[in-house]
Nanobody, 124 residues
């Protein structure tokens, strides 16, 4: 059983900052990549940022240098520091992990896992 648990969402004024955290736990053998997606009402889920186990990082164009993704491999945790937030950043933010679950060789299976989502609201 693998779980991704997010924290750090909330209400912030335009121009403010928030830091999201996502911790993966359970029978994890290895994590290949972790990332953040978001979904605003009436819109499709979209990639915000991703980071591989080797540290390669990818950002969506709309981030424009405002967000920073980082990862603590020892803690199986990924962070998203969000600065200069705009009302259009309002969405449910989801953590995503591409990982191999199962501690026994015969039980290992690679898959994609999602957190439950955390609401970020940017409003005055």
């Amino acid at each position: 059983q693998v779980q991704l648990v997010e924290s750090g969402g909330g209400l912030v004024q335009p121009g403010g900052s928030l830091t999201l955290s996502c911790a993966a736990s359970g029978r994890i053998f290895s994590i290949n990549a972790m990332g953040w997606y978001r979904q605003a009402p009436g819109k499709q889920r979209e990639l915000v940022a991703g980071i591989t186990s080797g540290g390669s990082i990818d950002y969506a164009d709309f981030v424009s240098g405002r967000f920073t993704i980082s990862r603590d491999n020892a803690k199986n945790t990924v962070y998203l520091q969000m600065n200069s937030l705009k009302p259009e950043d309002t969405a449910v933010y989801y953590c995503n992990a591409d990982l191999t679950a199962g501690l026994l060789i015969v039980a290992r299976k690679r898959g994609t896992y999602w957190g439950q989502g955390t609401q970020v609201t940017v409003s005055s």
